[in-house]
């Protein structure tokens, strides 16, 4: 399992469009291939950034399957418009969670 | 409840002794008040990042309660020498968690 986390600059007022269209969006990551979480963080100190955390089983679930698939280009169509700049992608392993 | 995400850089060579180290500090967390929960990610793309997760009841929990204790010496006493640069905190709200 890794762990996608996607920071994302929302433009100004535009963040309850944003949040609509993630809610919009939450089907078509749950049927991706290999996904098997999706959830979605707002920043208390820069309120326009959020950060959108995906669980896959691998990394290649979403660089290949998800982002060669029509549906990101569906995600991209509900949510695309409201980005001030373009998303910053990282992944992670886990290494522990203790509680 | 809020996060807190902590971006640790940590020196070359040194990954295996900062584990150990969160994995020592993990009690610390575990008592402090209002903590609820302690994860650690760590980056593919950047193997010397890692990302901490801490879930708190409240903000204050971390930045007053948790920043202004002995333990918060503790932690850094553990971890403290591994850091390349000082670590980076954000804190998020969460909006939802659909699956």
Not at 47 to 61: A, Q, S
Not at 63 to 88: A, I, M, N
Request: with cysteine; aromatic share 12%.
């Amino acid at each position: 399992m890794i762990l996608e986390i996607a920071q994302l600059d929302v433009k100004p007022g535009m963040e309850a469009e944003f949040e609509k269209g993630v809610a919009e969006a939450a089907p078509v990551f749950k049927r991706a291939k290999g996904c098997r979480g999706l959830s979605l963080q707002r920043s208390i100190e820069k309120p326009g950034r959020y950060r959108l955390f995906v669980e896959w089983d691998t990394l290649e679930n979403h660089t290949v399957d998800f982002r060669g698939s029509e549906d990101f280009k569906e995600w991209r169509r509900l949510v695309g418009h409201c980005f001030q700049e373009p998303p910053y992608v990282e992944h992670t392993k886990p290494v522990n969670k203790w509680f």
